[in-house]
Structure formats: structure tokens, C-alpha cells
């Protein structure tokens, strides 16, 4: 079982940038295919990135595209987020999570929440307009 530390939210002005990460452990960590979601206070946990195992596939939600970049390092056990022009509405809890995604292929990413076994306990990110 994976356990997953969200780290690098804060308060940022608008068009700012921030670098999430999330450090994995308990785990092998190259097996799992990784996810960032958000929560906005009084809306449903929506997706915004997710990675394949090696790295070599990326799927960005249509608002953060442009914006964002995932990326992983599997020798330090540890995905990030990069996050560019930061709007207002990027405003959220950020969660990383992984999903074991046992029969899928290695270029493989979801999108969907419930595919994801792991979660972290979020970070928190504020832009200010």
C-alpha cells in the first residue's frame, strides 16, 4: 500500500506560478499510474492531470491545459505538478493519487477519480485576482 504527501501549495497572485509534488512511499511507486485532482470549497473533486507509469503519456483536463504541466520521477519516488498563469478559479484543495491500474497498459492514464486507490491528504492552493 502507497502513501502519498502532498506538498507546495500556498497563496499566490494571479499569473503566478506554483510546484506541487507529491512524495510516494510504501510502495513501488513506477507502478503506479499518478493523478493530480482539486476541490474547490462547495464543488465536486474534479481531475486535472494524470501520467503513465514511465512517463511517457500525459492527459491534462481542457481548463489546466497550457497551464500545467505532470511530470514524475520514479528513482525519487515523486510526481509534480507544475502550474503556470494561475487563475482565481484554480483555487482548490490539490490531491495526488495513484492508481494501481492492474490491467492496463503502460501507457495507460485515467481520468476518473474512483479508478485511483491512494490519495493524499491535499494541499492547499489559493490565487488571489
Known amino acids: 500500500q502507497v502513501q502519498l504527501v502532498e506538498s507546495g501549495g500556498g497563496l499566490v497572485q494571479a499569473g503566478g506560478s506554483l510546484r506541487l509534488s507529491c512524495a510516494a512511499s510504501g510502495g513501488t511507486f513506477s507502478s503506479y499510474v499518478m493523478g493530480w485532482f482539486r476541490q474547490a470549497p462547495g464543488k465536486e473533486r474534479e481531475f486535472v492531470a494524470a501520467?503513465?507509469?514511465?512517463?511517457?503519456?500525459?492527459v491534462y483536463a481542457d481548463s489546466v491545459k497550457g497551464r500545467c504541466t505532470i511530470s514524475r520521477d520514479n528513482a525519487k519516488n515523486t510526481v509534480y505538478l507544475q502550474m503556470n498563469s494561475l487563475k482565481p478559479e484554480d483555487t482548490a484543495v490539490y490531491y495526488c493519487?495513484?492508481?494501481?491500474?492492474?490491467?492496463?497498459?503502460?501507457?495507460?492514464?485515467?481520468?476518473?477519480?474512483?479508478?485511483?486507490?491512494?490519495w493524499g491528504q491535499g494541499t492547499q492552493v489559493t490565487v488571489s485576482s
Open positions: 493519487a495513484a492508481d494501481p491500474a492492474y490491467y492496463s497498459g503502460s501507457l495507460y492514464v485515467g481520468r476518473r477519480d474512483w479508478e485511483y486507490d491512494y
Open positions: 501520467i503513465s507509469r514511465s512517463g511517457g503519456n500525459t
